[in-house]
């Protein structure tokens, strides 16, 4: 069974710090998305990285893929409290269709004013 | 272009009822998944359907099954319902390619409480 682990679990800053959200697996993926969800909606797509030591940027949010495409990260610099939600990781698997994603369990971000 | 609905957005059933959601995927798109979020376990993937088939199950038991019909629509059903049940259930859509890139848009989701 491919699990997916997400640490930490909650966070609460100030405005203006930094973090790191991490995202783990001793399976591989093929790709590894990132999502946003509020209260009360859907989760909302981030980025996708698909290439083993990928980095993508988001304005002030940085996505890195590990090179064994078994873990990833989510760098938030200077956060603001629009940027408060869950954060979630999800990969899937290879030779497998995308609509079959395994989320990690969250993260619970709080950016204080 | 329209997202992706669920209706109803909110449910209150007993147990042991049955209950069915909907859910309408963006226009072109063929792929529906569904996905169950609880505070314990989190999101978990039930069931992908495309193309009126199902693709991909997950590991939940017999009384969760769904349907697709030929304009894309999904419905899944929940059967003699439990305690354990009640979610937040997610219906997300795509155009169904195999490839990393094909990016799954998530609706709102139907609150079900189970009492």
């Known amino acids: 069974t491919q699990l997916l682990e997400q640490s930490p679990q909650f966070l609460s800053i100030q405005e203006g710090e930094n973090l790191t959200v991490y995202c783990n697996s001793s399976s591989v993926f093929s790709s590894l998305q990132w999502y946003r969800q509020e209260p009360g909606e859907g989760p909302v797509l981030l980025v996708t990285?698909?290439?083993?030591?990928e980095v993508k940027k988001l304005k002030r949010l940085t996505f890195q893929f590990g090179d064994a495409r078994k873990d990833s990260s989510l760098h938030i610099t200077a956060a603001q409290p629009g940027d408060t939600g869950l954060y979630l990781c999800a990969g899937a698997a290879y030779g497998g269709s995308q609509g079959n994603l395994i989320f990690g369990k969250g993260t619970k971000l709080s950016v204080k004013p | 272009k329209a997202g992706v609905t669920q209706t109803p957005r909110y449910l209150i059933k007993t147990r042991g009822q049955q209950v069915t959601l909907s859910c309408s995927p963006i226009?072109?798109?063929?792929?529906v998944s569904w996905y169950q979020q609880t505070p314990g376990q989190g999101l978990q993937f039930l069931f992908e359907?495309?193309?009126?088939?199902?693709?991909n199950k997950g590991n939940f038991p017999g009384r969760f099954s769904g349907r697709q019909f030929s304009n894309s629509r999904s419905e899944m059903n929940v059967s003699t319902l439990e305690l354990g049940d009640s979610a937040l259930y997610l219906c997300?859509?795509?155009?169904?390619?195999?490839?990393?890139?094909?990016?799954?848009?998530f609706g709102p989701g139907t609150r079900l409480t189970v009492l």
């Open positions: 359907y495309f193309s009126e088939t199902q693709r």
């Open positions: 997300a859509s795509s155009k169904g390619g195999t490839h990393g890139t094909d990016t799954q848009y």
């Open positions: 990285v698909v290439t083993g030591g």
């Open positions: 226009s072109g798109h063929r792929s």
